[in-house]
T-cell receptor, first 114, second 110 residues
Framework: EAGVAQSPRYKIIEKRQSVAFWCNPI?????LYWYQQILGQGPKLLIQ????????DSQLPKDRFSAERLKGVDSTLKIQPAKLEDSAVYLC????????????FGSGTRLTVV | GNSVTQMEGPVTLSEEAFLTINCTYT??????LFWYVQYPGEGLQLLLK?????DKGSNKGFEATYRKETTSFHLEKGSVQVSDSAVYFC?????????FGRGTSLIVHP
């Protein structure tokens, strides 16, 4: 089966600019996650969708970050405006709705804010 | 809340040495436990999992046993290879909420 697709692979922007990341999960996976992975740390959950509804966004900095999942399939994560500390790899993952089968991760988008 | 604690890295071993990476957890409810591996420049890949107490997950020579009494899920491999060099993440999942450890870097020398 096709994996989780993410784009772009790399992005370099200046602080205060805006950026958007895109994710296409595995077909049929109802649950979609966005993680932020800062260098040397484990992934930190930003937001979790179940179909097109938000399950958990308690760690999403809502003053600058936003995410949507239209029609319960693809998702976009946006940062506006970006700060230097947003430099990280942004990982998208998806999983089946039922059961505990773990997650399938995309390759991530490496964001550098200068 | 839920949390995962992994041993500090990097772990540096010679090829064919025995590997143990410690992982302990705290969780409400009954978590499923996972080990993920991240090779340089790549996303995380599921290495193995265990969904209930005393289950043993295994894959590619790696093993981990779900120990409820010690709340642990230590990763082991009898003979590591240079190609096993990567960062290993212990994780748990309760309901739909995932929690990852900070990761342990493994460096294997020829």
């Amino acid at each position: 089966e096709a994996g989780v697709a993410q784009s772009p692979r790399y992005k370099i922007i200046e602080k205060r600019q805006s950026v958007a990341f895109w994710c296409n999960p595995i077909s049929g996976h109802a649950t979609l996650y966005w993680y932020q992975q800062i260098l040397g740390q484990g992934p930190k959950l930003l937001i979790q969708f179940q179909n097109n509804g938000v399950v958990d966004d308690s760690q999403l900095p809502k003053d600058r970050f936003s995410a949507e999942r239209l029609k319960g399939v693809d998702s976009t994560l946006k940062i506006q405006p970006a700060k230097l500390e947003d430099s990280a790899v942004y990982l998208c993952a998806s999983s089946e709705e039922v059961g505990n089968y773990g997650y399938t991760f995309g390759s991530g988008t490496r964001l550098t804010v200068v | 809340g839920n949390s995962v604690t992994q041993m500090e890295g990097p772990v540096t071993l010679s090829e064919e040495a025995f590997l143990t990476i410690n992982c302990t957890y705290t969780a409400t409810g009954y978590p499923s436990l996972f080990w993920y591996v991240q090779y340089p420049g790549e996303g995380l890949q599921l290495l193995l999992k265990a969904t209930k107490a005393d289950d043993k997950g295994s894959n590619k020579g790696f093993e981990a046993t779900y120990r409820k009494e010690t709340t642990s899920f230590h990763l082991e491999k009898g003979s590591v290879q240079v190609s096993d060099s990567a960062v290993y993440f212990c994780a748990l999942r309760v309901s739909y909420i995932p929690t990852f450890g900070r990761g342990t870097s493994l460096i294997v020398h020829p």
